[in-house]
């Protein structure tokens, strides 16, 4: 069995908190007693295995790639308001290959859409993911240090109880399957924002005045369904996205992880002009893993109109 641990890893604090996860699955995989399991968790594993000559990025993405292709299950913990792209990426990726995914919140904040409809992180993992949110337990007796440990020792027991949970009682999902022919899908954002609108407005107009089939992602309404999205997804040519957020959308970053696994072409929309480098050597716009696995990145609109018409050509004529 081979298992990935997907956590944010942008802090020594991060680090520290992902190996404390590798530490937790290694003891419950040890009590189920799997014979030969590996578990994988990026730059402890990746720090091995990649060159620091040539492009360290794509070095970096291509290992991360090389064990999620190998993989059984995915474990990871997602917390903030602003969700990890990357992780978003992975577990998108995962999805499509249907795989266990775990997923631990200790997040105090929820998230709904109007007044009903509830979810975590966001819609589209509804009915794809294993999502389990560990609840502060309150503990007057304790001081605040006593009752910070506390919790931390009672979510330490709480995630060894929900992924051999998972483990024993997992289901092989079905196969995705879609009646649908479309030529482009896409998604700013899952059309969260006023902004997106225009721009994807401004998008499809163009390609329906060349008879080009377009699909929008609108998944802040409140009839959205998650397993259609997907199969509208995988029956797509082309997936446009959007970057320009400070970290992409989570739910954005699981459709580019799917359309990633498909080998769909994958345009994305990123105007910004910062650059961030890491230590390593590597260096990116706003995600490493969004950008390594996009066919091209776009700079500004009229480029975005251009780039996807060019590929739907390219497409048709194949």
């Not at 641990?5 to 003891?27: G, P, Q, V, W």
């Not at 304790?142 to 020792?153: A, F, G, Q, T």
Request: hydrophobic share 35%; with cysteine; charged share 25%.
């Amino acid at each position: 069995m081979n298992i990935y641990i997907a956590t944010k890893l942008f802090s020594f604090f991060d680090r520290r908190i992902s190996y404390m996860m590798y530490e937790i699955t290694e003891n419950v995989i040890k009590e189920l007693k799997v014979d030969n399991f590996h578990i994988f968790l990026p730059f402890k594993e990746s720090n091995k295995k990649v060159s620091m000559d040539g492009n360290v990025s794509k070095n970096i993405f291509d290992a991360d790639i090389n064990s999620l292709k190998n993989i059984d299950v995915l474990v990871g913990i997602v917390d903030g308001l602003s969700l990890d792209a990357g992780i978003g990426f992975e577990v998108g990726y995962c999805i499509a290959k249907r795989i266990p995914i775990i997923l631990f919140s200790t997040d105090f904040i929820n998230s709904k859409i109007g007044n009903f409809q509830k979810f975590q992180y966001d819609p589209i993992c509804k009915d794809n993911v294993n999502i389990f949110k560990y609840e502060y337990i309150n503990n007057n007796g304790l001081s605040y240090v006593d009752e910070l440990d506390y919790n931390i020792k009672a979510f330490k027991e709480y995630v060894k109880s929900k992924i051999k949970e998972t483990l024993k009682n997992y289901q092989n999902r079905n196969k995705f399957f879609s009646e649908f022919e479309n030529d482009v899908f896409i998604d700013f954002s899952g059309m969260k924002y006023e902004w997106n609108k225009k721009i994807v407005n401004n998008l499809e107009n163009k390609l329906n005045e060349q008879n080009y089939k377009c699909i929008q992602s609108d998944r802040y309404s409140s009839d959205f369904n998650a397993v259609k999205e997907l199969e509208k997804l995988i029956s797509s040519k082309i997936l446009v996205i959007n970057y320009d957020e400070n970290e992409p959308n989570f739910g954005s970053s699981i459709l580019q992880g799917i359309a990633y696994y498909y080998n769909k072409i994958i345009i994305a929309y990123e105007t910004h002009q910062v650059d961030y480098y890491v230590d390593g050597g590597q260096h990116m716009g706003v995600n490493l893993m969004l950008e390594q696995s996009a066919t091209k990145i776009c700079r500004d609109y009229n480029e975005l109109e251009k780039v996807v018409l060019e590929e739907l050509k390219k497409v048709v004529k194949e």
